[in-house]
Protein backbone atom coordinates (compact mmCIF):
# COMPACT_ATOMS: atom_id res chain seq x y z
CA UNK A 1 0.00 0.00 0.00
CA UNK A 2 1.27 3.68 -0.88
CA UNK A 3 1.52 5.84 1.81
CA UNK A 4 0.87 9.40 0.99
CA UNK A 5 2.18 12.18 4.17
CA UNK A 6 1.37 15.71 3.97
CA UNK A 7 3.13 18.15 5.61
CA UNK A 8 2.58 20.88 7.05
CA UNK A 9 -0.40 19.07 8.95
CA UNK A 10 -1.31 22.82 9.68
CA UNK A 11 -0.33 25.86 7.71
CA UNK A 12 -1.60 29.41 8.81
CA UNK A 13 -1.31 32.53 6.54
CA UNK A 14 -3.05 35.35 5.79
CA UNK A 15 -5.24 36.86 2.45
CA UNK A 16 -3.10 37.14 0.09
CA UNK A 17 0.07 35.20 1.06
CA UNK A 18 1.34 32.05 -0.61
CA UNK A 19 0.86 29.08 0.03
CA UNK A 20 2.99 26.02 -0.84
CA UNK A 21 1.51 22.48 0.48
CA UNK A 22 3.70 19.31 0.12
CA UNK A 23 3.06 15.83 -0.39
CA UNK A 24 5.07 13.07 -0.48
CA UNK A 25 4.51 9.18 -1.38
CA UNK A 26 6.29 6.37 0.34
CA UNK A 27 7.07 5.00 -3.24
CA UNK A 28 7.01 6.29 -6.59
CA UNK A 29 3.07 6.79 -7.80
CA UNK A 30 4.68 8.73 -11.76
CA UNK A 31 2.39 11.79 -11.78
CA UNK A 32 -0.83 10.28 -11.14
CA UNK A 33 -1.62 12.02 -7.82
CA UNK A 34 -4.42 14.28 -7.39
CA UNK A 35 -5.28 17.31 -4.83
CA UNK A 36 -8.50 17.56 -3.22
CA UNK A 37 -10.21 20.64 -1.25
CA UNK A 38 -12.59 20.14 1.63
CA UNK A 39 -14.64 22.85 3.24
CA UNK A 40 -16.21 22.53 6.55
CA UNK A 41 -19.36 20.64 5.99
CA UNK A 42 -19.06 19.94 2.26
CA UNK A 43 -17.87 17.11 -0.18
CA UNK A 44 -14.39 17.09 -1.70
CA UNK A 45 -13.48 19.13 -4.80
CA UNK A 46 -11.12 17.65 -7.20
CA UNK A 47 -8.78 20.74 -7.94
CA UNK A 48 -5.63 19.18 -9.61
CA UNK A 49 -4.95 15.72 -11.55
CA UNK A 50 -1.88 14.20 -12.92
CA UNK A 51 -0.27 15.95 -10.46
CA UNK A 52 -0.29 19.38 -12.43
CA UNK A 53 -3.32 19.79 -14.48
CA UNK A 54 -6.24 21.82 -13.17
CA UNK A 55 -9.91 20.37 -12.98
CA UNK A 56 -12.35 22.38 -14.90
CA UNK A 57 -13.72 25.42 -13.01
CA UNK A 58 -10.44 25.59 -11.06
CA UNK A 59 -8.68 29.27 -10.81
CA UNK A 60 -5.47 29.58 -12.13
CA UNK A 61 -3.97 30.11 -8.70
CA UNK A 62 -4.16 26.90 -7.84
CA UNK A 63 -0.98 25.13 -9.29
CA UNK A 64 0.36 21.36 -8.66
CA UNK A 65 3.84 20.38 -9.70
CA UNK A 66 6.28 17.61 -8.99
CA UNK A 67 6.58 13.27 -9.97
CA UNK A 68 7.91 10.27 -8.19
CA UNK A 69 7.29 11.08 -4.73
CA UNK A 70 7.31 14.30 -4.18
CA UNK A 71 4.66 16.64 -4.81
CA UNK A 72 3.78 20.22 -4.15
CA UNK A 73 0.24 22.49 -4.40
CA UNK A 74 1.06 26.21 -4.65
CA UNK A 75 -2.05 28.58 -3.98
CA UNK A 76 0.06 32.03 -5.74
CA UNK A 77 -2.33 34.58 -3.50
CA UNK A 78 -5.06 33.27 -0.91
CA UNK A 79 -8.36 34.22 -1.23
CA UNK A 80 -10.69 34.23 1.94
CA UNK A 81 -12.29 31.54 0.50
CA UNK A 82 -9.08 29.67 -0.01
CA UNK A 83 -8.63 28.41 3.64
CA UNK A 84 -9.86 24.98 3.88
CA UNK A 85 -8.37 21.37 4.53
CA UNK A 86 -6.39 19.98 0.84
CA UNK A 87 -6.12 15.97 0.50
CA UNK A 88 -4.09 14.81 -1.90
CA UNK A 89 -4.50 11.13 -3.10
CA UNK A 90 -2.91 8.83 -5.67
CA UNK A 91 -4.15 6.66 -8.48
CA UNK A 92 -0.78 4.52 -8.95
CA UNK A 93 -0.79 0.46 -8.92
CA UNK A 94 -4.50 0.69 -6.91
CA UNK A 95 -6.00 -0.94 -5.05
CA UNK A 96 -5.74 0.25 -2.43
CA UNK A 97 -6.68 4.12 -3.65
CA UNK A 98 -5.14 6.28 -0.64
CA UNK A 99 -5.56 9.75 0.47
CA UNK A 100 -2.71 11.63 2.44
CA UNK A 101 -4.23 12.51 6.15
CA UNK A 102 -4.68 16.57 4.91
CA UNK A 103 -3.18 20.00 5.34
CA UNK A 104 -5.49 22.29 7.14
CA UNK A 105 -4.44 26.06 5.86
CA UNK A 106 -5.93 28.62 8.07
CA UNK A 107 -6.05 31.72 8.78
CA UNK A 108 -3.32 33.93 10.53
CA UNK B 1 -25.06 17.94 -14.09
CA UNK B 2 -24.09 15.34 -12.56
CA UNK B 3 -25.99 14.26 -9.19
CA UNK B 4 -25.32 11.70 -6.70
CA UNK B 5 -27.42 11.17 -3.76
CA UNK B 6 -27.24 9.12 -1.08
CA UNK B 7 -29.16 7.43 1.38
CA UNK B 8 -29.75 4.39 4.48
CA UNK B 9 -27.74 5.82 6.62
CA UNK B 10 -28.22 5.85 10.20
CA UNK B 11 -28.10 4.37 13.60
CA UNK B 12 -27.02 0.87 13.98
CA UNK B 13 -25.78 -1.23 17.09
CA UNK B 14 -22.22 -3.16 15.98
CA UNK B 15 -22.41 -6.05 14.73
CA UNK B 16 -25.65 -5.06 12.67
CA UNK B 17 -25.85 -4.62 9.18
CA UNK B 18 -27.06 -0.91 7.37
CA UNK B 19 -27.44 -0.82 2.80
CA UNK B 20 -26.67 2.56 1.31
CA UNK B 21 -28.07 3.09 -1.79
CA UNK B 22 -26.70 6.06 -4.34
CA UNK B 23 -29.14 7.24 -7.34
CA UNK B 24 -26.83 9.02 -9.93
CA UNK B 25 -28.64 10.76 -12.79
CA UNK B 26 -26.43 13.39 -15.09
CA UNK B 27 -24.54 11.03 -17.09
CA UNK B 28 -24.30 7.48 -18.23
CA UNK B 29 -24.10 5.76 -15.24
CA UNK B 30 -23.41 1.89 -16.74
CA UNK B 31 -20.08 3.63 -18.49
CA UNK B 32 -18.73 4.54 -15.21
CA UNK B 33 -16.95 2.68 -12.50
CA UNK B 34 -17.76 4.05 -8.65
CA UNK B 35 -16.57 4.14 -5.26
CA UNK B 36 -17.39 5.27 -2.15
CA UNK B 37 -15.33 7.07 0.16
CA UNK B 38 -15.82 7.40 4.03
CA UNK B 39 -14.97 9.90 6.54
CA UNK B 40 -15.08 9.51 10.21
CA UNK B 41 -16.25 12.76 12.06
CA UNK B 42 -13.31 15.24 12.24
CA UNK B 43 -10.92 12.91 10.46
CA UNK B 44 -9.35 12.60 6.75
CA UNK B 45 -10.80 10.74 4.13
CA UNK B 46 -10.58 6.89 3.38
CA UNK B 47 -11.33 4.98 0.02
CA UNK B 48 -13.92 2.14 0.75
CA UNK B 49 -14.34 0.07 -2.48
CA UNK B 50 -14.66 0.15 -5.81
CA UNK B 51 -16.90 -1.32 -9.06
CA UNK B 52 -16.07 -1.33 -12.30
CA UNK B 53 -18.77 -0.13 -14.71
CA UNK B 54 -20.48 -3.04 -15.44
CA UNK B 55 -20.44 -4.69 -11.75
CA UNK B 56 -17.28 -7.22 -13.15
CA UNK B 57 -14.73 -5.86 -10.66
CA UNK B 58 -15.13 -5.11 -7.32
CA UNK B 59 -12.20 -3.86 -5.06
CA UNK B 60 -12.03 -3.38 -0.88
CA UNK B 61 -9.78 -1.55 1.53
CA UNK B 62 -8.67 -4.30 4.14
CA UNK B 63 -10.23 -2.39 6.50
CA UNK B 64 -13.88 -3.69 4.95
CA UNK B 65 -12.79 -6.70 3.61
CA UNK B 66 -15.08 -9.64 4.25
CA UNK B 67 -17.50 -7.52 6.36
CA UNK B 68 -19.11 -4.62 3.07
CA UNK B 69 -19.90 -5.47 -0.51
CA UNK B 70 -20.36 -3.17 -3.32
CA UNK B 71 -23.00 -4.01 -6.38
CA UNK B 72 -25.06 -1.76 -8.57
CA UNK B 73 -27.91 -2.02 -10.73
CA UNK B 74 -27.34 -0.25 -14.51
CA UNK B 75 -31.42 -0.24 -15.12
CA UNK B 76 -32.03 1.76 -11.98
CA UNK B 77 -29.07 4.06 -12.15
CA UNK B 78 -28.28 2.91 -8.89
CA UNK B 79 -24.73 2.00 -6.19
CA UNK B 80 -25.16 0.08 -3.54
CA UNK B 81 -23.38 -0.59 -0.37
CA UNK B 82 -24.01 -3.75 1.73
CA UNK B 83 -22.36 -3.48 5.23
CA UNK B 84 -22.17 -6.27 7.54
CA UNK B 85 -20.49 -7.27 10.96
CA UNK B 86 -20.40 -3.34 11.57
CA UNK B 87 -17.89 -1.71 14.17
CA UNK B 88 -17.56 1.51 16.30
CA UNK B 89 -14.55 2.30 13.74
CA UNK B 90 -17.55 2.24 10.76
CA UNK B 91 -18.97 5.26 12.21
CA UNK B 92 -18.63 7.77 9.24
CA UNK B 93 -20.12 9.69 6.62
CA UNK B 94 -20.01 7.40 3.40
CA UNK B 95 -20.12 9.31 -0.14
CA UNK B 96 -20.26 7.74 -3.45
CA UNK B 97 -18.54 9.46 -5.70
CA UNK B 98 -17.67 8.87 -9.66
CA UNK B 99 -14.59 9.65 -11.85
CA UNK B 100 -13.51 11.80 -14.54
CA UNK B 101 -10.55 12.58 -16.23
CA UNK B 102 -9.35 8.86 -16.12
CA UNK B 103 -10.10 7.55 -12.95
CA UNK B 104 -9.75 10.69 -10.65
CA UNK B 105 -12.72 10.86 -8.25
CA UNK B 106 -14.33 14.23 -9.30
CA UNK B 107 -17.80 13.73 -8.24
CA UNK B 108 -19.45 13.45 -4.79
CA UNK B 109 -23.22 12.77 -3.39
CA UNK B 110 -23.42 14.55 0.10
CA UNK B 111 -22.96 11.84 2.21
CA UNK B 112 -25.10 9.83 4.78
CA UNK B 113 -24.03 9.14 8.07
CA UNK B 114 -23.38 5.90 9.60
CA UNK B 115 -23.60 5.79 13.48
CA UNK B 116 -22.42 2.61 15.12
CA UNK B 117 -23.20 2.67 18.44
CA UNK B 118 -24.91 0.29 21.55
Known amino acids: EIVLTQSPATLSLSPGERATLSCRASQSVSRYLAWYQQKPGQAPRLLIY???NRATGIPARFSGSGSGTDFTLTISSLEPEDFAVYYC??????????FGQGTRLEIK | QVLLVESGGGVVQPGGSLRLSCAAS????????MHWVRQAPGKGLEWVTFIEYDGSNKYYADSVKGRFTISRDNSKNTLYLQMNSLRAEDTALFYC???????????WGQGTLVTVSS
Open chain 1, 50 to 52: DAS
Open chain 2, 26 to 33: GFTFSSYG
Open chain 2, 97 to 107: ASPAYGDYINY
Open chain 1, 89 to 98: QHLSNWPPLT
